[in-house]
């Protein structure tokens, strides 16, 4: 059971480039997030999605654009990457959260960690 | 401000008993998560406290006072494989995630 796939797990760019990072899930979540995390503060929502195609902004969203075409994928843009998105990314996923009952537990992937010199 | 205040670091030893607090204060409550995240890895869930009290699970146990905007998470019988990050997360009133920053515990032979 592969859970929440990220790719790639690092990466390097220059100043001004483009990548994308790639998120999977098959557990048939309605819910996908985007993270990012930086030494000494808290994981920060860059951008979530409560279905296939809907998006949303979270904490920190600029530089960042997402697309979520299909149900088990979430996708990470960085258009013109800058030194002030070095961090790793964790992906996310999650059940519609409604009632006591669910928990809304999020399952993450392993982590991208890029490097923007 | 939406706030979520844990200690840095905390070191214990093998064996031991060790309480790791979170206080927060934020704009409502749904309900309050401990993660765990060792080193280069994902956080993995450990609990969900939404009511008062105390939730054992293990060795683990979770403690919530709504009141007092305060939880702990207590570890038991501590093993070096328990020596990880753990993340206090919050649910405010918008079903938003607030995390602390976590705190990073070491346990020593």
């Known amino acids: 059971n592969a859970g929440v796939t990220q790719t790639p797990k690092f990466r390097v760019l220059k100043t001004g480039q483009s990548m994308t990072l790639l998120c999977a899930q098959d557990?048939?979540?309605?819910?996908m997030y985007w993270y990012r995390q930086d030494p000494g503060m808290g994981l920060r929502l860059i951008h979530y999605s409560v279905g296939e195609g809907t998006t949303a902004k979270g904490e920190v969203p600029d530089g960042y654009n997402v697309s979520r075409l299909k149900k088990q994928n979430f996708l990470l843009g960085l258009e013109s990457a800058a030194p002030s998105q070095t961090s790793v990314y964790f992906c996310?996923?999650?059940?519609?959260?409604?009632?006591?009952?669910?928990?809304?537990?999020?399952?993450f992937g392993e982590g991208s960690r890029l490097t923007v010199l | 401000g939406q706030n979520i205040d844990q200690p840095t670091e905390m070191t214990a030893t093998e064996g031991a008993i060790v309480q790791i607090n979170c206080t927060y204060q934020t704009s409502g409550f749904n309900g309050l998560f401990w993660y765990q995240q060792h080193a280069g890895e994902a956080p993995t869930f450990l609990s969900y406290?939404?009511l008062d009290g105390l939730e054992e699970k293990g060795r683990f146990s979770s403690f919530l006072s709504r009141s007092k905007g305060y939880s702990y998470l207590l570890l038991k019988e501590l093993q070096m494989k328990d020596s990880a990050s753990y993340l206090c997360a919050v649910v405010d009133s918008n079903y938003q995630l607030i995390w602390g920053a976590g705190t990073k515990l070491i346990i020593k032979p």
């Open positions: 996310a996923s999650s059940h519609r959260t409604s009632g006591r009952e669910n928990t809304g537990e999020l399952f």
């Open positions: 406290n939404v």
């Open positions: 557990m048939n979540h309605e819910y």
